[in-house]
């Protein structure tokens, strides 16, 4: 019996358990590791295929990340592909379940891997006998949706739900022409982002002509000769279509986890520890189906993305074929990104939204900034939202949306929160800088700046969708801005004539400055507290983006 190789069973072969599979070969070469998945394919990239359905990857195979036989070669691992398993007894240590053509099969193990997943919500609207109502989940799906949108009919489809896959779906449809339009149940698109971030989103999406339709409920789906031909909105509004394409949000797949007696988490997700073993130490679990730690919330919460599922798989297989292996699921921070058209947006960390249904006390400073030195051409601006803990000083999370550089100043901040770090911190980062790659002070410099001098009252913040009634506005913008965006209401006075004019103004009156982007603004307002005004502030963002928050 001692000889007996340790036997690794692994259910779910895309990516944390797929994953799982090779990092449990590569720290041991004698175990026996069996891979059951009940789809058709293992270690397909699932984050690949909106961009396939668009052309932009126009090679399918591009999508099979490593293939069974790459798994039986060189990793020695065997595949099985069409098996689902249907129970797991704990007691004797066996998973059992039934094949594609209807066999079954009873596996023994001595350490268990679960990576089953997540499934696509279906709301009720969805049951219709229809042959164009998809989610894109599956390479089947993905098949599926391309042929019927390349049939010369499909000219028009309804995306519905504005989530990260949702809007990469709406990018991709029209990329093939299709004219789109785009349902969402929230006020805004991006649930994740708070409303000013996303609402440059939504903008970008109207400028490539998506029809957008906010608060808005589907209500039914009409079909005409057994295609959906009508989305029927609870406004009473209908949307003629040749497609619809359904992205209503996830849910985790436990239920063989569950009926297993395993533990499941407040959050709906089963509950792991930091080698990602479950309840039973003997199973494991990763990816979509589990709750992670969230390191700035302080608790348990599904993160249904590939990035951790990835990292944790690495873990459950190095710590399944060998238990003294050193490595631990660190925390989670939801860190996200997606392009749109020619905007990036993306989040790491909490928005402003979480923190107050948390408790969580928060301010926080946007700033717009120029992705690299903006004397070198092609110079690009982008926005970046810290959120910061007016208390202890350390970052609470960060959104980002721009052209160019999204990406870099978001995995800094998201650095920066995994290692706890405060403000402070991030003023001080050493990053890497030439003109054709940033500034000598980066975006997310600035951004810290910005936090300091509020905290540091020097001077403070007001937010950028404040009610200003009753406060002494000073408007430091020129003619020609106010023109365009009128700030009612507002003494006028540009910023490069405030100090030989900062004596028409109360100073005894509460005032907030305001500017395009809250740079000159800032100046001003300096100036008047150094001055002896007695309470300044600072309209975050400016008018840039207090006219998102109307
Ligand atoms: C279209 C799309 C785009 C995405 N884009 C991104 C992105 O850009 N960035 C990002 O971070 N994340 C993205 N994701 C999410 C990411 O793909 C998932 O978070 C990740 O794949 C989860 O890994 P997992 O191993 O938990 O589940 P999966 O990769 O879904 O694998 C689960 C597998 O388990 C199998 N299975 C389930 N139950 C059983 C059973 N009983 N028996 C046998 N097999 C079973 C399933 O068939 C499935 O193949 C995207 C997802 C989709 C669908």
């Known amino acids: 019996m001692k000889n007996q190789p340790l036997k690794i069973v692994i259910v779910g072969g895309v990516a944390g358990g797929a994953t799982a599979a090779a990092r449990a070969r590569r720290v041991n070469a004698n175990a026996e590791i069996i891979l059951l ?7 397909f990239a699932n984050c690949g295929l909106p961009y396939h359905l668009g052309g932009e990857i126009s090679d399918r195979g591009q999508l099979l990340v490593a293939t069974r036989e790459l798994f039986q070669n060189r990793f020695r691992v065997q595949v099985h592909t069409g098996y689902t398993v249907d129970t797991i007894d704990r007691a004797a240590q066996t998973v059992s379940g039934h094949t594609l053509e209807g066999a079954t099969f009873s596996i023994a193990y001595d350490k268990l891997i679960l990576s089953t997943g997540s499934e696509p919500l279906r709301p009720d609207f969805c049951n219709v006998e229809a042959n164009n109502v998809f989610n894109l989940w599956t390479l089947d799906d993905m098949d599926r949706i391309l042929s019927c949108v390349k049939t010369p009919e499909c000219r028009s489809a309804t995306v519905i739900g504005a989530g990260f896959v949702g ?29 000013e971030m996303a609402k440059m989103v939504e903008l970008e999406l109207v400028r490539h002509n998506i029809r957008v339709f906010l608060n808005a409920s589907v209500s039914k789906l009409h079909t005409t000769d057994g295609k959906v031909s009508t989305v029927q909105l609870a406004n009473g509004e209908s949307i003629a279509t040749d497609l619809v394409i359904v992205g209503a949000g996830v849910r985790p797949r436990i239920e063989l986890a569950q009926a ?23 199973i494991y679990a990763v990816g979509d189906m589990v709750e992670y730690f969230h390191g700035v919330l302080d608790k348990p919460i599904r993160v249904p993305l590939a990035g951790p599922a990835n990292r944790a798989g690495r873990i459950a297989g190095s710590h399944a074929a060998r238990p003294s292996s050193s490595g631990r699921m660190s925390p989670v921070q939801g860190t996200s990104i997606v392009r749109v058209f020619d905007l990036t947006a993306g989040i790491t960390g909490l928005n402003e939204r979480a923190c107050n249904l948390n408790a969580i006390a928060c301010r926080t400073a946007i700033i717009q900034a120029p992705h690299h030195a903006s004397y070198f051409p092609g110079a690009k601006n982008l926005t970046l939202k810290l959120i910061y803990s007016p ?8 959104q980002a949306v721009g052209a160019e550089g999204v990406d870099k100043r978001l995995d800094v901040v998201a650095t920066l929160l995994h290692f706890k770090g405060t403000i402070d911190d991030l003023a001080g980062l050493d990053l890497a800088y030439a003109p054709p790659f940033g500034s000598a002070k980066d975006p997310v410099h600035n951004a810290a700046f910005v936090a300091q001098n509020d905290l540091d009252h020097y001077p403070r913040l007001v937010a950028s969708n404040a009610n200003l009634e009753g406060q002494q506005i000073v408007d430091v913008r020129n003619k020609a801005e106010i023109e365009k965006l009128p700030l009612p209401d507002a003494i006028h006075i540009p910023v490069d004539e405030i100090a030989s004019r900062w004596e028409e103004l109360d100073p005894a009156k509460p005032t907030v400055v305001v500017c395009h982007s809250a740079k000159r603004a800032h100046v001003a307002a300096s100036w008047l507290q150094g001055k002896g005004f007695q309470t300044v502030y600072n309209l975050s963002g400016g008018m840039s983006i207090r006219k998102l928050t109307e």
């Open 391 to 398: 208390e202890s000083r350390r970052v609470l999370g960060a």
């Open 260 to 282: 297993a007696g395993l533990t499941i988490g407040q959050s709906g997700g089963v509950a792991i520890n930091e080698f990602c073993q479950t309840s039973d130490a003997n």
């Open 37 to 43: 998945e009940k789809g058709p394919t293992v270690s």
């Open 167 to 195: 809007l990469e779906v709406v990018e991709q449809l029209a990329r093939r022409n299709v004219s789109v339009t785009l349902v969402e149940r929230l006020p805004q698109v991006l649930g994740p982002l708070d409303a």
